[in-house]
Each structure stands twice: as structure tokens, then as C-alpha cells.
């Protein structure tokens, strides 16, 4: 069975800095995989996915993730961080196969000072 | 964005009563998922569609029903709401393989207070 581990609830960095945010998953095959992103009081909108190919994925907004496979990891990269990135992420697994859903970890909340 | 509307997009209700959620789409996608939201548990799917009248369970799917008549209308039903169900309901529409994307975009949410 597939499922995903953030296993930090909550970070705090400054503007300007560099952001990694983890995600570690469990999945018998190559999973597809995602990065969500929401605001508060807003659904959740896709910064970037991961099927196949280049394991360094680039996303809107100036985000990026790296699938490495020997580590079951997929996480997420900004170099520099701006106020209104502050917000909660989720990583999701998904299969490849019918309807294609999806196993979304517990999120990671972005608190950025200036 | 993708054409996903969410309706009601606030409701209180009281225990024992039923209610019904609606998720229409614009977009012509074959399948529609019905998740909720809970602190400390991400998004978890309740139940999912792969086509009119075909649905299927989700992993949290006691206690809910759904229908799905038309392409673009997926309905979530509490056929005796708990407050246990309160919580934020998300609809996300996928066109799948078919579609050669595979990606899911999700809906506004409804915020659903059970008392």
C-alpha cells in the first residue's frame, strides 16, 4: 500500500533563504508523485509531478524536487524563499494504474519572517 | 484554473440530519474524488468516480454515499450526519490516462460543521 511521510509539521525561515521541504514515500513500483500547495481557505493547487525521465523536476513558482529512488524521497527546493510562499504543502503518491488516486502526506506549514 | 465548482461552500447542520454536497466540473474529466480534510491527517479519499454510475470506495468511506448522473456532477452524501464528519471537503477532477493527465486539480472545498 502506498503512503507518504513530511516528517516535519512545520518550518520557519527567513525571506530570502533556501527552502527544503522533505517527503518520503512507500510504493511497491515507481509511483507517480506530486507537490500541492495551499493557502489558507484555498483548495490545494499543483506546483509540480513526477512520472518519469529527469529525476530533478521543475515546478511553477520557482520550485523544484528531486526524485531519488534509492531513498524513497521526493523533496521539495527553493532557493530563495518570498513572503507569499508561506502556506501548507503536501506530497502525494499516486499509482499507475485506474483512477489514479492518490496518498497525500500530513503537510508541511511554511512560516516565512522578514 | 481548472472549472471546479463547490457548493454550499460553508454549512452547518445538526446531527441525524442528512446532507449533500455538490462538485460540478467544466471541464469534461472522466474521473471526480471526493476527499476530506482533517488536521494531522492531510487529505484522505472518501470515495471516487471513474465514469457516470461508476464509483467506487475510497479509504475513509464509512458513513458516506455518492452518486454521479451526469459527467459533471459528482455528489457526496451524509445519510445522517456525525460530528465526527465535520471537517473540510474536497472535490478534485483528474482526466486520467485517457486524458495523457494524470495530474488532479482540486475544487474550492466545503467547510462542514456537524453539532
Known amino acids: 500500500a502506498q503512503s507518504v511521510t513530511q516528517p516535519d509539521i512545520h518550518i520557519t525561515v527567513s525571506e530570502g533563504a533556501s527552502l527544503e521541504l522533505r517527503c518520503n514515500y512507500s510504493y511497491g513500483a515507481t509511483p507517480y508523485l506530486f507537490w500541492y500547495v495551499q493557502s489558507p481557505g484555498q483548495g490545494l493547487q499543483l506546483l509540480l509531478k513526477?512520472?518519469?525521465?529527469?529525476?530533478l523536476v521543475q515546478g511553477i513558482k520557482g520550485f523544484e524536487a528531486e526524485f531519488k529512488r534509492s531513498q524513497s524521497s521526493f523533496n521539495l527546493r527553493k532557493p530563495s524563499v518570498h513572503w507569499s510562499d508561506a502556506a501548507e504543502y503536501f506530497c502525494?503518491?499516486?499509482?499507475?494504474?485506474?483512477?489514479?488516486?492518490?496518498?497525500f502526506g500530513t503537510g508541511t506549514r511554511l512560516t516565512v519572517i522578514p | 484554473d481548472a472549472g471546479i465548482t463547490q457548493s454550499p461552500r460553508h454549512k452547518v447542520t445538526e446531527t441525524g440530519t442528512p446532507v449533500t454536497l455538490r462538485c460540478h466540473q467544466t471541464e469534461n474529466h472522466r474521473y471526480m474524488y471526493w476527499y476530506r480534510q482533517d488536521p494531522g491527517h492531510g487529505l484522505r479519499l472518501i470515495h471516487y468516480s471513474y465514469g457516470v454510475k461508476d464509483t467506487d470506495k475510497g479509504e475513509v468511506s464509512d458513513g458516506y454515499s455518492v452518486s454521479r448522473s451526469k459527467t459533471e456532477d459528482f455528489l457526496l452524501t451524509l445519510e445522517s450526519a456525525t460530528s465526527s464528519q465535520t471537517s473540510v471537503y474536497f472535490c478534485?477532477?483528474?482526466?486520467?490516462?485517457?486524458?495523457?493527465?494524470?495530474?488532479?486539480?482540486f475544487g474550492p472545498g466545503t467547510r462542514l460543521t456537524v453539532t
Open positions: 513526477y512520472f518519469s525521465g529527469d529525476t
Open positions: 502525494a503518491v499516486g499509482a499507475r494504474s485506474g483512477a489514479n488516486n492518490l496518498f
Open positions: 478534485a477532477i483528474s482526466a486520467g490516462f485517457s486524458g495523457q493527465s494524470y495530474e488532479q486539480y
